[in-house]
């Protein structure tokens, strides 16, 4: 039984471009989350989705971000016109239902030079 | 918003020892506590949760105590092996959907 699986590991883009992060959940697990870590910091919950919804994107910044979780396919992290500060390992988790412990995947790791 | 913190950012032990990580949160709506461990490259990787109508859950070597009193958690690791050492979170969750994670504990452990 495959864990979440997110794409790629790592991506390293210049500022100004764009970043497009995949995550695929758990084999029938329904709910999709974004975290965001810093280094030697805790992550931070961006935002939660389920097929074709958008939950709770309260953590997520007003310009620039964007993600979705669409019927068929992985969910996507999209960065517009990244700066240097969007730097950072970018989580995505997945639950059958709410309230469940969250699966992680392993992360992708965003560099902007 | 909610803050969840820890006490001790590093916490070094000797192989063998019992392990205790302490975690303070500060929302009393919170419901739903979880541990996480997560090693250097890698996700976190769920250790054990507990609800708050809990004081305490067991594991296998691990141990979580919940005193709502205090809002406080924490998570008991007996005989710390080296395969323990990394970073531990814990997370709180109240609107069954987002968490809010500490900022972690580095275990260190020596042989």
């Known amino acids: 039984n495959a864990g979440v699986m997110q794409n790629p590991r790592h991506l390293v883009r210049r500022r100004g471009q764009e970043a497009r992060l995949r995550c695929s959940p758990m084999?029938?697990?329904?709910?999709v989350y974004w975290y965001r870590q810093l280094p030697e910091e805790g992550l931070k919950f961006m935002v939660y989705?389920?097929?074709?919804?958008?939950?709770?994107e309260s953590g997520m910044p007003k310009e620039r971000f964007s993600a979705e979780f669409p019927k068929e396919g992985p969910s996507i992290l999209r960065i517009q016109q990244v700066v240097r500060g969007d730097s950072a390992a970018y989580f995505c988790a997945s639950s059958p239902e709410s309230v469940q412990p969250q699966h992680f995947g392993d992360g992708t790791r965003l560099s902007i030079l | 918003g909610e803050s969840v913190g820890l006490h001790l950012p590093t916490l070094s032990v000797q192989e063998g020892d019992n392990s205790i990580i302490n975690c303070a949160y500060s929302n009393s709506a919170s419901d739903y506590f979880i541990w996480y461990k997560q090693e250097s490259g890698k996700g976190p990787q769920f250790i054990i949760d507990i609800r708050s109508n809990m004081d305490k859950r067991q594991g296998q070597r691990v141990t979580v105590l919940l005193n709502k009193t205090v809002k406080h958690l924490s998570l008991q690791i007996a005989a710390t092996q080296p395969g323990d050492s990394a970073v531990y979170f814990c997370?709180?969750?109240?609107?069954?959907?987002?968490?809010?994670f500490g900022s972690g504990t580095k275990l260190n452990v020596k042989p």
């Open positions: 084999k029938g697990h329904s709910h």
């Open positions: 997370a709180e969750g109240n609107n069954f959907n987002k968490f809010y």
């Open positions: 989705l389920q097929k074709e919804n958008i939950i709770d």
